[in-house]
């Protein structure tokens, strides 16, 4: 089946005004996080986790969804997800595994590894990725398992400690232009830099070392993307504007607020973003499918994220789930997001303006919801939805697009 992914890479290289959007569900924290990598269970009370089993089992919801272009898993899972149950074979969906595990991320209980300096470091094998064992020579059955990996990469401003880091990741990348095997490269601020770097200079140097690193790799060997954290406006067009192929995505960090989620997609988008992979923000959502459904309409710029942290809280509380926060605080902006443990810099987007936009027009039929006011341009006006028409609009949107 073709792939989403494979298509909308095609039209932003085609189309500098491509409104294309890639997203991405992160469910590769079993290569950080350890116990707690599947996330809290509420089914079984505070402070206990979900079993892997449970985990995988999100993961088959979400690509069975159908809205999301790529899932992001550790190999292990991909094995089991990708080669022995075969659920991506009618879906457009497109399996990725991370392909290197370096120590910043390895974010056991008492660890000190993530404060340390990041060493490169790979547990995952490309022929594993692909076939689920050895293939020595056989390039016969490489298409059987995942043909795209995630690779990170985290600079420290020291020049022994960095090189390091490149002669890793470009042995990566001659092991995967040989195998066919593509990637996206993800570029985590310093974790532990040796020589400081000042918060204003921070976006600024993430940027030159990705356009040094690629400078030297021709086409075969280049990332589909990027993935990096979200500096602002500046950074993002500047990057953009040097080069629009390199066509970067923003990562989400941290569990955070429902806002922080959709308005970093949203920001990000807007200046200039095509891609954004959001791990824990969708595990720790109180509904996947719903969180899921609602990036994908911020992603195509059918709902503002005001908008859809309102509608969400309906939908969940038409589907009888207590949400973790009240609406007043899921409405904030809170995340730090410079490293895969999620601590540090907070993202730089705007604060949150009032709600609603433009005036309103009377109320429009709802399909199964009844009817509901809208803006003069025509678009659904929440703000003045009362609760019930909010969430009868939204839960017949959801129908419609979940069966």
Do not use: C
């Not at 992001?72 to 991909?78: F, G, K």
């Not at 490269?185 to 020589?195: A, C, G, S």
């Not at 922080?260 to 959001?278: I, N, P, Q």
């Amino acid at each position: 089946m073709e792939k989403s992914l494979d298509v909308k890479l095609a039209d932003i290289h085609a189309h500098a005004d491509s409104k294309a959007f890639i997203l991405a569900d992160a469910k590769d924290a079993d290569m950080a996080f350890g116990i707690a990598a599947p996330g809290r269970s509420p089914e079984r009370g505070e402070g206990e986790f979900r079993s892997l089993e449970e985990y995988r089992e999100h993961i088959a919801e979400n690509v069975r969804q159908g809205l999301l272009d790529i899932m992001l898993m550790s190999v292990s899972t991909s094995e089991v997800l990708t080669i022995r149950r075969r659920i991506f074979d009618a879906s457009t969906v497109t399996p990725a595994v991370r392909a290197n595990d370096t120590t910043d991320i390895h974010v056991a209980r008492g660890a000190s590894y993530p404060k340390e300096p990041s060493l490169p470091f790979r547990t995952a094998l490309i022929d594993h990725a692909q076939v689920g064992r050895i293939a020595e020579d056989d390039d016969s059955q490489r298409h059987l398992g995942a043909n795209l990996g995630l690779y990170s990469i985290t600079f420290n401003n020291d020049p022994e400690l960095d090189r390091a880091t490149l002669e890793a990741y470009r042995e990566f990348r001659v092991e995967a232009e040989s195998k066919g095997f593509r990637h996206f490269l993800e570029v985590f601020e310093p974790n532990d830099p040796v020589h400081p770097i000042s918060t204003e200079q921070l976006g600024g140097f993430v940027n030159d070392l990705i356009v040094r690193t690629l400078a030297g790799v021709a086409s075969p060997g280049r990332p589909l993307f990027l993935k990096l954290v979200y500096h602002g406006p500046k950074f993002m067009e500047e990057l953009v504007r040097y080069d629009r192929h390199l066509v970067p995505g923003v990562l989400g960090g941290s569990a955070g607020t429902t806002y922080d989620a959709f308005k970093l997609l949203a920001e990000a988008k807007k200046y200039g973003a095509r891609a954004a992979l959001f791990g824990r923000k969708i595990n720790s959502a109180e509904h996947q499918l719903s969180f899921i459904q609602f990036l994908r309409w911020i992603a195509d710029d059918q709902i503002s994220p005001e908008e859809a942290v309102n509608a969400y809280h309906g939908v969940l509380a038409g589907l009888g789930i207590p949400p973790a926060r009240p609406l007043d605080q899921d409405m904030q902006l809170t995340s730090g997001i410079n490293s895969y443990a999620g601590s540090g810099t907070t993202i730089s987007i705007p604060s949150r303006p009032a709600a609603g936009r433009g005036g309103s027009s009377p109320a429009q039929p709802g399909g199964s919801g009844g009817s509901y006011p809208i803006r003069t341009d025509g678009m659904p006006d929440f703000a003045k939805m009362t609760p019930a028409q909010r969430l009868a609009y939204h839960r017949n949107r959801l129908n419609k697009s979940m069966g």
